[in-house]
């Protein structure tokens, strides 16, 4: 179990305040990581989207074009 610095004589002031700063170095890094991630996933939502929708798109020129042919066909024309 950790200790606080007051109860560990093998750390010192300066030491602690040296892990502290990296510490909250850490926490900057962690927290710009964290960003970079929520704008990488609005990307990717937006791309997901845009893909369902061509393929959406796709699928339905393909039916039209079957019952077009399929029309044609009974017709006669």
Known sequence: MAQATDDNPNINPIQAAQILEEIRALRQEVEAANQSTNA????????????????????????????????????GK
């Open 40 to 75: 990488f996933n609005q990307k990717f939502g937006t791309y997901q989207k845009a893909t369902q929708w061509v393929v959406q798109l796709a699928f339905s020129l393909i039916a039209v074009a079957a019952v077009t042919v399929i029309v044609s066909t009974v017709v």
